[in-house]
């Protein structure tokens, strides 16, 4: 389902975000249907820092609660830091860490400076394409601290499944499930406020599984009328 065609989340993302878009994973057109690739929406301040992200293609009622979410906690974050804009990075790292913590039952210590030189453009962990040019770089998540019992225990009790597709381990090398927008978090309270040119191979080729690429859209018949004119078409 193409979450962005549904009115109500249609007239929300008008209201508060200026959209564009970007191909940066290989994928095939076979007539009018997408084949491979993946997709993911990055909500980002006016610089092109991210804030918050959407991996996978999602449904619409969940595209517009990550966008209100997006919009409620950009306005808290505000008001949090009062014009400085480390505490504004503090506060949204750590709204990622509790939302990680309350929705999916698991910790972790938000990471509330950066490193004076985040990327490295000869460093092993860096995308390159066939120039050599970074693309991006791999970005390392906060370890998990480990569970949060309480949450646990209302799963439990609740009978609930957990939304689950990865493993990822804690500082004592125990494994935990951990969905796709829940690996979303935890990236982000490490990383939120960083560029998106820094971000999205960390997105695409560690959360969605996709291999960051510079080629070009294959299209399978890229001259339709061309091939309907041929004997026996």
């Given amino acids: 389902m193409n979450a962005l065609a549904n ?6 993302i008008n209201e508060h975000f200026c ?8 994928f095939r057109i076979v007539g009018n249907q997408k084949q491979g690739g993946n997709v993911a929406a990055y909500f980002c301040a006016p610089d ?7 991996a996978g293609p999602v449904d619409a009622g ?10 409620d906690s950009t306005k808290k974050a ?11 990075k503090a506060a949204f790292r750590k709204m990622h860490a509790e939302r990680l ?24 962990l860096t995308y390159n394409d066939p120039s050599g040019r970074p693309l991006a770089p ?64 960390t997105v695409f080729e560690n959360i969605l599984g996709e291999k960051v690429s510079t080629k070009p859209v294959e299209v399978a018949t890229p001259f339709p009328w061309v091939d309907a004119k041929r004997p026996g078409r």
Avoid: C
């Fill in 62 to 71: 969940t595209m517009l609660n990550e966008a209100k979410w997006m919009v």
């Fill in 48 to 54: 092109g820092r991210v804030l918050h992200v959407v």
């Fill in 138 to 201: 791999k970005l390392p998540p906060p370890p998990i601290e480990g569970p949060d019992v309480t949450f646990r225990l209302q799963a439990k009790e609740a009978g609930r499944g957990e939304n689950a597709d990865a493993a990822v381990r804690d500082r004592k090398g125990g494994a935990w499930a951990l969905g796709t927008q829940g690996r979303v978090h935890q990236l982000m309270a490490a990383h939120s406020m960083l560029k998106i040119e820094l971000v999205y191979g």
């Fill in 101 to 124: 913590r309350q929705q999916y039952g698991l910790v972790v210590e938000p990471v509330t400076f950066d490193p004076p030189d985040v990327q490295d453009s000869n460093s092993a």
């Fill in 78 to 88: 505000i008001a949090e830091a009062k014009n400085d804009g480390a505490k504004f």
């Fill in 7 to 12: 009115p109500e989340v249609g007239k929300f």
């Fill in 19 to 26: 959209s564009s878009f970007q191909k940066v994973a290989t």
